[in-house]
């Protein structure tokens, strides 16, 4: 067996500097995907963007997975996480044109990056009992990569929906553990990962997709010639993307890192959790960010069906997503983002004829409310703080020794 210390993280886990340095890639990339909103705000630019972006997440969240087992400083996973970074950045600049004369080229991409990280992982992991729970993935890797090749040479409607498809049956074998022929399938508990650590990672997904949203509201604000509309609509697009901020890591996101790194079985929690459903939170935040910059661009207008249904969409998708999120961790409904949801729903259709900053407002409206609904139904005692972080870091103090330790531990 080689040496696990030169292969495997050891200690405790923590987001290195070079995966920070590889986030960067993803900024371009939510940027793409909101420029393509805003440049085709219909049904068919929806549901571009919605495959597309869970294809640049599958990259992402996959690399996490790999890199929160394998020690980032090694020279190979910083080259490893280079190259992805290179052909993560190709496929970002090919996004406004995958669904036509650049399919080849977002595809080529994507797929060099999940099956080559792939036999990277397996190549450092010889001798490690984890790297069979990687031969089991393999398969998976090649048969969606070449499903995504070969819709590549369809027409948009048909790549859209084999691009869905690939998307779909890697869903489906996460679900049951990369079943293969001869081989089983993995299970969760496998998947010995750091929960401290994924959970940070996705976490620091949502701020890029937030970072959007600032960067989008900034460029749009009128300096030289401010008019009164113009700093209404500034102020409250800016207030919904704090609400957002607020709404996801005011609590939820400090408590379900704690959760996760408690759990026994941390590889089904990030996997339902995180892996299947942050991509519904992030897109939702896309949306808004796409929605918020169409509103600016045209405040002297009522808002139209499409730049209507964005804004209220993508509240209520986040909502709905953050949701789902909050019942995986806690198996509890969270009324408030249910509400909210379906308030904002509601108002789609009652929006006939607004402004965008009208409906904007009305949807910041909602997701303060639902930030109050949290505090009003969970209040937190200040008084108990330091007795609950103390407990919180009491129980998670011998998990230090599974979190890496874990992999060596994994049934083959």
């Known amino acids: 067996m080689t040496s696990r210390g030169s292969a495997l993280r050891e200690g405790e886990v923590e987001v290195s500097n070079v995966e920070l340095f590889f986030d960067l890639v993803y900024v371009f990339a939510v940027t793409q995907l909101s420029h393509l909103l805003v440049q085709h705000p219909n049904a068919t630019g929806v549901v571009h963007a919605a495959v597309l972006l869970a294809m640049v997440w599958q990259v992402w969240v996959y690399t996490t997975w790999a890199i929160n087992y394998l020690e980032p400083n090694r020279t190979s996973a910083r080259v490893v996480l280079v190259l992805i970074m290179l052909g993560s950045l190709v496929s970002a600049a090919a996004i406004p044109e995958a669904f036509h004369a650049r399919g080849f080229l977002f595809a080529g991409a994507y797929v060099a990056m999940q099956v080559g990280r792939v036999l990277y992982t397996l190549w450092v992991l010889r001798g490690e009992r984890l ?44 679900g049951v553990g ?9 299970a969760t508990t496998d998947w010995t990962i750091s929960g401290n650590h994924f959970a940070e990672r996705c976490q620091a997904f949502v701020l890029i997709a937030l970072g959007e949203s600032i960067v989008v509201i900034g460029s749009r604000l009128e300096i030289h010639h401010p008019s009164t509309r113009n700093m209404l609509a500034f102020a409250a697009a800016f207030a919904g993307a704090v609400a957002l901020w607020w709404i996801y890591f005011d609590r939820a996101a400090e408590d379900s890192t704690r959760e996760i790194a408690q759990t026994e079985d941390p590889g089904r929690l990030a996997r339902n959790a995180f892996h299947h459903v942050h991509p519904l939170i992030v897109g939702g935040i896309i949306v808004t960010a796409a929605a918020d910059e169409l509103v600016l661009e045209h405040l002297n207008r009522p808002a139209d069906a499409a730049t209507a249904w964005l804004l209220v969409g993508g509240v209520a ?14 198996r509890a409904v969270s009324w408030p983002r249910v509400i909210g949801a379906v308030v904002v729903l509601c108002g789609g259709f009652l929006a006939h004829h607004a402004t965008g900053l009208v409906i904007g407002t009305g949807a910041l409206v909602v997701l303060i409310a639902v930030a109050i609904g949290d505090r009003v139904l969970h209040p937190v005692e200040v008084a108990d703080q330091p007795a609950r972080t103390s407990r919180s870091a009491a129980r998670s103090e011998p998990s230090t020794s599974t979190d890496v330790g874990g992999p060596s531990d994994a049934a083959s």
């Open 317 to 330: 998708l986040f909502l709905v997503g953050h949701a789902i999120f909050k019942a995986l961790v806690w």
């Open 131 to 174: 790297q069979m729970v990687f031969v089991r993935i393999l398969p998976w890797s090649v048969a969606t990569s070449a499903l995504v090749l070969v819709g590549a040479a369809f027409p948009d409607r048909w790549r859209a929906t084999a691009w869905a498809l690939a998307i779909a049956i890697d869903l489906v074998g996460s």
């Open 178 to 186: 990369f079943y293969v022929p001869g081989l089983g399938r993995s």
